[in-house]
């Protein structure tokens, strides 16, 4: 079989038929990308074209409340900074981490209600010149182009009013977090709208909700029905009505949800996080014919050479069958994964996953 353009990969992984290979992809730490630069990768040149990653470009709106940007303190090791969500966080420079989230604008309803008058669906929160600039590269060299959606449990709680605060608004007050979740929503929506009618267009639509953590959910099925899924159901039903995919990315042990999302049309899942308890194989069998699966190979193995040659050997012939996967870590590149490490796993992915 001839070699394919990224999105023609991605195109017949959706459609569950063999393409020339599974398309393969990941996201390395900003430390990780560090530790490849001193051990010979040359600054200013993509780790995508350096190692023949699968090509995806990232169409992106601001439905952000857009508060002050501002820094309050920087070091050598880290730097600490309100974001335009309102919250104040400490992001460290050269560790491969999540940022510590310190405090937060939005706090209950009323500071809510504040907020959303804020968040409106104005063109200047597309990034036009971008589009302008990109669009056409992305279009000749086959790029899988995905729009990335903004909405749900993960970036209330992380980015928005805090974990504490919004887990215990699920049971107490679930119409505020409805509301929060389907304002953000609706707002991205319309601006990908505006996208799309200006004539720029984009295969699939993604967006975070990390929904589970190690062996457990932030909350029950019943929760997850009565206020969460309805929001899911209207982005990926925006989605199909546009005639693309859509694709969600949770974290942590997401099982009890997998049927939910089936049956309101999820086209994609990721990251499979093994060492949170979710079984790539298992999955495969059991959802294989109704989900593309994407991630599942453990990045705890990932600096141990032989260990992920094993991992891999096991993983990826059975993941790969009747098309239906996309290759990566089951959560990001961390900085113990060396060049040649990284370099021998994307070599190892593509000898596997060869059709």
């Not at 605060?165 to 977090?177: S, T, V």
């Not at 990721?270 to 298992?282: R, S, T």
């Not at 059975?318 to 959560?331: C, L």
Request: charge should be negative.
């Amino acid at each position: 079989m001839k070699e394919m353009t990224s999105r023609e990969r991605f195109l017949r992984m959706f459609d569950h038929r063999e393409a020339d290979r599974i398309p393969i992809i990941d996201s390395p730490w900003g430390a990780t990308i560090e530790r490849w630069q001193r051990e010979g990768m040359p600054r200013g040149v993509s780790y995508v074209d350096y190692f023949g990653l699968d090509r995806v470009a990232g169409i992106s709106v601001d439905n952000s409340p857009r508060y002050e940007e501002r820094i309050l303190e920087e070091t050598e090791e880290y730097k600490t900074y309100t974001t335009p969500w309102g919250a104040t966080l400490r992001n460290w420079k050269h560790a491969a981490s999540t940022p510590e989230f310190l405090d937060f604008t939005i706090i209950d309803p009323r500071a809510w209600e504040k907020a959303r008058e804020r968040i409106k669906p104005d063109r200047d929160r597309i990034n036009w010149e971008h589009l302008k600039k990109h669009y056409p590269t992305w279009e000749e060299k086959g790029f899988w182009i995905q729009a990335g959606l903004w909405f749900g449990f993960d970036i209330t709680h992380s980015w928005t009013v805090g974990t504490e605060r919004l887990l215990c608004a699920l049971i107490e007050n679930p119409a505020w977090c409805m509301d929060m979740f389907s304002h953000l929503l609706e707002v991205d929506l319309a601006l990908l709208d505006m996208v799309w009618e200006a004539g720029y267009r984009f295969d699939s639509v993604m967006w975070p909700d990390d929904m589970g953590y190690k062996h457990s959910q932030f909350f029950s099925p019943n929760t997850y029905r009565e206020v969460l899924k309805p929001f899911h159901k209207r982005a990926i039903d925006w989605a199909h009505a546009k005639g693309i995919k859509a694709h969600l990315h949770s974290c942590g042990d997401v099982n009890p949800f997998i049927p939910e999302l089936i049956e309101i049309g999820l086209d994609a899942l990721n990251p499979l996080e093994v060492k949170a308890g979710m079984d790539p194989i298992h999955l495969k069998k059991t959802y294989g014919k109704d989900l593309v699966l994407h991630g599942g190979i453990n990045a705890v193995l990932w600096d141990d050479p032989a260990a992920i040659r094993a991992e891999m050997e096991k993983v990826v012939p059975v993941m790969k069958e009747s098309g239906g996967y996309i290759f990566s870590s089951d959560h990001s590149v961390p900085s113990s994964v060396s060049l040649r490490d990284f370099r021998q796993i994307v070599e190892l992915a593509k000898e596997l996953g060869s059709y």
